[in-house]
């Protein structure tokens, strides 16, 4: 079993419900996804500010079987290599 916390800037938190649906999750409500072998929760949280700069945050914490996580991971990695603006 594995724990993996990491907090996301400039992704919003409904975003990364969908991506973790496309990826097999279920929504259970109040930012909590189960997936085969994993379980996520993702929360909105104060932006990152730089200077009059604001950036949007999530805290994301996964949990599950260590090949599941693995490959959540990588999945999700495409997906959050986003260009700016």
Same mark, same amino acid.
């Given at each position: 079993m594995m724990t993996v916390e990491r907090v996301?800037? !400039?992704?919003?938190?409904? *975003?990364m419900g969908e991506y973790l649906?496309?990826? !097999? !999750?279920?929504g259970q409500g109040n930012g909590r996804?189960? !997936?085969p072998d994993w379980s996520a929760h993702v929360a909105q949280i104060e932006d990152f500010q730089i200077g009059s700069l604001h950036i949007g945050q999530i805290r994301f914490v996964l949990q599950g079987k260590n090949d599941a996580i693995a490959t959540l991971q990588q999945q *999700?990695?495409?997906k959050l290599l986003r260009g700016g603006g």
């Open positions: 996301i800037r !400039g992704i919003p938190a409904w *975003l649906q496309e990826f !097999g !999750g279920v996804f189960t !997936g *999700l990695e495409v």
